[in-house]
């Protein structure tokens, strides 16, 4: 597996970590995910437990085939 460099970690730390035989164990403490990887499991938090950011792009007005303005949302 190739190791990815996490820029971001939750500031809580949504995680806890325990052993399995002789190897630390993280768990997730908002779901029953864990992983021998702390890395993965930060990756698990971000994707599943935290909104994507939203997109600072602007807005298209978007029209039907007539030329009428459609309503967004």
Same mark, same amino acid.
């Given at each position: 597996?190739?190791?990815?460099? +996490? =820029?971001?970690?939750?500031?809580?730390?949504? %995680?806890?970590?325990?052993?399995?035989?002789?190897?630390?164990? %993280?768990?997730?403490?908002?779901?029953?995910?864990?992983?021998?990887?702390?890395?993965? +499991?930060?990756?698990? +938090?971000?994707? /599943?437990? %935290? /909104? !994507? !950011? =939203?997109?600072?792009? !602007?807005?298209?007005?978007?029209?039907?085939?007539?030329?009428?303005?459609?309503?967004?949302?």
């Amino acid at each position: 597996m190739a190791k990815k460099k +996490i =820029e971001k970690q939750p500031e809580n730390k949504d %995680y806890t970590i325990g052993k399995w035989k002789d190897l630390p164990r %993280y768990q997730c403490k908002l779901c029953p995910f864990d992983s021998l990887h702390e890395e993965v +499991i930060i990756e698990h +938090i971000w994707k /599943a437990h %935290y /909104a !994507p !950011p =939203e997109s600072d792009a !602007p807005k298209k007005e978007l029209f039907d085939r007539f030329g009428n303005k459609l309503k967004n949302g």
